[in-house]
């Protein structure tokens, strides 16, 4: 037992106790000696007697048994004899068979006769003479002269019953002797076994004593030690840096250290007995610590997994300052019932310290919160312009030019296009950062992705003459559930970085299935320049560029391997990086795709509402002056006859009474956004089947579903291209049939035969740029021209190619489709001579 301050106060009195325990144990054992042997003699006495009283009992029992039964014949023979009629020898007889009866029954039913009756033949015997006794009870029960009358009867069958009774009682008497001898040696058996387990009884507790006073020794020691443990708490308890306060369960203060007079400011003599809730807490906090008392007593008794808690709180100085502490409560067993003992540390450095931590943390995160939004604002706002930019470029192109013109104008959209995928980058960059990346989760043909967009940069690798080979192993495994775009963006990304720094060598693409379902390995390796070993920690950051400023030989933002980073993350995956400086660099991007369970299937989208042929009336809202500009002058350019509207709420009341063929709606406007626009429209009025398509800066999968939800069919992203809305309005209408082409061209002011082999000559070459790893874009504007064309069947299935591409799952159809392409226009123009092709944008440059 420990005192307030740490002592052992019972140390002494257990000693004497200690000393005491051998004199106790051998006068105890020696009173369970005499007692045994006592009883033993006792109860031997008590059992001989029993067995002999209950085996006189018993054979008296049989012997009285035949007895009645002769006297049962003798009364029988009497009133045989007797002539007179004396009713007295009738009464004697009745009363004889009455005193026989029974002793019969208890024969035959009786617990102590149940040995007899197991005996062969004892059943049988005691059965018949119940039998001649149950015979003559008509007569036992009537008047005399019936008795008189059956008196031959009764004495012919007491003859054997006389004999049957007799051999009953003898068998019955050997029976009970033998099992009383039996009992008389079992008892005597076990008394003499008892007898002889007295003496190992008394060795063991002879020895019980031996071992006593061995752990007395022991115990002594063990209080010596305990008592130097007890003189060492004390002056843990008085020389700890930490607080350390003993009480009641009812918060009275017993021990006060030194460390708790320095945090608190009382001294012991002003702390011993008082209150700690009410002298050491807050006022608005003492509740709150009762309440935690209370439970700290409650649960003391159960077992508790790391100790007790450490818990945050305030406490009251002296001076009624308040202090931060960390407070640790336990329960520990004093000498008059359990104590709580508290452990409490001043943390007002640390705490002052984390709030300055979170305060520098907090203007961080705003910082970073800020060149977020700063990026995703300024990203989407570049859109404005240089959809303004690209879209006159593409109108512009439309016009009589020179060859210097037409140079200087394939090298604005060019640098315009490069711009587009530097915004693009910042915007998947500010995604990624801020965890908003969206990833679809449909089948996707793993290998075909990875070969598309290996094709895709094949052109690219050998203008700066590297090698570029892919390796699939266990690739045919079947598909596996991801985003197909994404992922090629990562291969695109990773190739397109080794290519940069890369010339004259190889860069190898290893796809890995080998391992278990569904675990993807993916390895690029090249035989470039390498990075530097204090580089390679930074490589994943955004914007960076390694080499200077000055003398970078290879353009680019330095975003794509952070957006690659960001990718894999989102993906659940992991990338690493090996490299050695003038041998080459590999990437190792493991990711885990579970497998598909059904093929890919051409996504059922939503299809715009056809309308008729001829000419569209389309109403364009779009609060931008200059988006309306170039896309008024597309849509005129298409036969289109255009209504502008400068917002969503100008859009809706036009929308109301007139009907259009096609309302392009832009989603960002003040007043009234695209979004709201589309849901009123499609709420009332003379539009509400009208298709409706969103002009947008936002290509997310969730910003397309918020479309889609307010009832837009469909949506361009901007920067608008001259192809994606010839497509989508050729998509809207039956392509026009063959025969009306050339009346068409010749309305133009064109020549036929020019403008046709023109464009027959953009089909192919953009069927060899999808080989390449073309987009959704491509696919739109080549649909576009073989609506021009007439090839409906051509137009209609690069509409659907169109979609498939934009949902990632048109990898492993491509090649056919493609063909098939090609025989269509061998078809249609089998002797056209191609002229030499423009030159094709660089991969990654732009959609």
């Known amino acids: 037992m420990i005192d307030a301050v740490g002592r052992d106060v019972q140390v002494p009195r257990m000693r004497c106790c200690v ?43 049989l012997a009285q048994s035949e007895v009645e039964a002769l006297a049962l014949q003798r009364a029988i023979l009497l009133m045989e004899v007797d002539t007179t009629g004396d009713p007295a020898l009738a009464r004697d007889l009745r009363r004889r068979f009455d005193i026989f009866y029974p002793r019969i029954q208890t024969l035959r039913s009786g617990r102590t006769y149940q040995r007899l009756r197991n005996e062969p033949g004892m059943a049988e015997a005691l059965a018949g003479l119940q039998a001649m006794l149950d015979a003559q009870i008509p007569a036992i029960d009537g008047d005399d002269a019936t008795l008189r009358a059956a008196l031959p009867v009764m004495g012919a069958a007491m003859g054997p019953g006389i004999a049957q009774i007799r051999h009953v009682s003898l068998e019955g008497v050997r029976i009970f002797a033998d099992k009383s001898a039996e009992r008389r040696e079992g008892v005597a058996r076990a008394m003499t076994t008892l007898s002889l387990l007295v003496v190992p009884l008394f060795l063991v507790l002879a020895l019980s004593v031996v071992i006593l006073s061995l752990m007395v020794r022991a115990a002594d020691t063990r209080n010596r030690r305990i008592a130097a443990v007890g003189s060492r708490m004390q002056s843990l308890f008085e020389a700890s840096i930490d607080a350390i306060l003993v009480a009641r369960p009812d918060g009275r203060i017993l021990g006060f250290n030194a460390a708790a007079q320095r945090i608190y400011g009382y001294s012991p003599a002003e702390a011993m007995g008082s209150d700690m809730v009410d002298l050491l807490t807050p006022r ?45 409560i336990s329960v520990a067993e004093g000498e008059d019932g359990p104590l709580l003992v508290g452990f409490v540390r001043d943390v007002s450095r640390r705490a002052a310290e984390e709030a300055e931590m979170i305060e520098a943390r907090d203007r961080a995160v705003a910082g970073e919160q800020a060149k977020t939004r700063m990026i995703a604002v300024m990203s989407h706002e570049m859109r404005t312009p240089l959809n303004g930019i690209l879209g006159l470029l593409d109108l512009l192109s439309l016009t009589p030019l020179d060859d210097r013109q037409r140079q200087y104008l394939q090298a604005m959209e060019h640098s315009g296009r490069m711009l587009l995928g530097h915004v693009n980058d910042v915007l998947d960059t500010s995604r990624a950062r801020g965890g908003r990346l969206v990833l679809a989760a449909a089948p996707v043909d793993l290998r075909a992705v990875v070969a598309a967009a290996v094709d895709g940069l094949q052109a690219q690798a050998r203008a700066a003459g590297n090698c570029l080979t892919l390796d699939c192993q266990g690739a045919d495994q079947g598909l596996v559930v991801g985003d197909a775009a994404r992922l090629e963006q990562i291969v695109v990304n990773l190739v397109g970085n080794a290519i940069k720094f890369t ?4 860069i190898r693409v290893d796809l890995d299935r080998t391992g278990p379902p569904g675990q993807i390995e993916l390895r690029v390796t090249d035989s470039g320049i390498g990075i530097p070993e204090e580089d390679l920690g930074r490589i994943f950051d955004e914007f960076v560029t390694l080499g200077s400023t000055f003398d970078r030989k290879v353009e680019g933002t330095g975003l794509g391997l952070s ?34 369970k059904a093929q890919p299937q051409r996504p059922d989208l939503p299809a715009p509402a056809p309308v008729a042929s001829g000419d569209l009336k389309v109403l364009l809202v779009e609060d931008n002056a200059i988006n309306r500009l170039v896309a008024r002058e597309m849509l005129r350019r298409q ?97 026009p049939p063959a025969d009306d082409l050339d009346a068409l061209i010749v309305a133009s002011g064109r020549d036929p035969g020019s403008l046709r082999q023109r464009i027959v000559a953009e089909l192919r070459e953009g069927l060899d740029q999808l080989s390449d790893g073309g987009g959704a874009a491509l696919a739109h504007r080549l649909a576009g021209s073989a609506a021009v064309l007439g090839l409906a069947e051509m137009h209609q299935g690069l509409i659907a190619l169109e979609r498939d591409l934009t949902a990632g799952c048109a990898s492993g159809q491509i090649a056919a489709d493609l063909r098939k392409f090609r025989q269509m226009l061998d078809s249609y123009a089998p002797e056209t001579v191609v002229p030499e092709a423009e030159p094709r944008r660089q991969a990654g440059a732009g959609p």
């Open 284 to 328: 608005d906090q003492r509740a709150a610590v009762r309440a935690l008392l209370a439970e700290v007593r409650d649960r003391r008794a159960r077992p508790r997994d790391g100790g007790p808690d450490i818990i945050q709180a305030t406490a009251r100085h002296k001076s009624g300052r308040i202090i931060p502490v960390e407070v640790s």
């Open 503 to 506: 010339e004259n060598g190889t």
């Open 639 to 735: 036969g289109c006859h255009v209504l502008e509207a400068e917002d969503g709420l100008v859009g809706v009341q036009m929308a109301q009474d007139e009907r259009f063929d096609l309302i392009l709606m832009d989603i960002s406007m003040p007043r009234l956004n695209g979004i709201d626009a589309a849901r009123q429209i499609r709420a009332e009025g003379a539009n509400r089947h009208s298709p409706i398509v969103a002009l947008t800066a936002h290509a997310m999968p969730e910003d397309l579903a918020r479309f889609r939800e307010a009832g837009m069919d469909r949506a361009l992203v901007k920067p608008l291209s001259r192809a994606d809305l010839v497509s989508m309005i050729e998509g809207l209408r039956p392509a």
């Open 19 to 61: 000393r005491l325990l051998p004199a106790v144990f051998a006068l105890v054992i020696l009173a369970m000696g005499v007692t045994v042997w006592t009883l033993q003699e006792d109860a031997r006495a008590q059992i001989e007697e029993m067995g002999t009283a209950a085996t006189d009992s018993t054979q008296w029992f």
């Open 563 to 596: 957006i690659v980073k960001g990718l894999v993350d989102a993906m659940g995956g992991e990338i690493d990086v090996a490299s050695e400086p003038g041998q080459g660099t590999a990437f190792r991007v493991g990711l885990h795709l579970p497998p598909a």
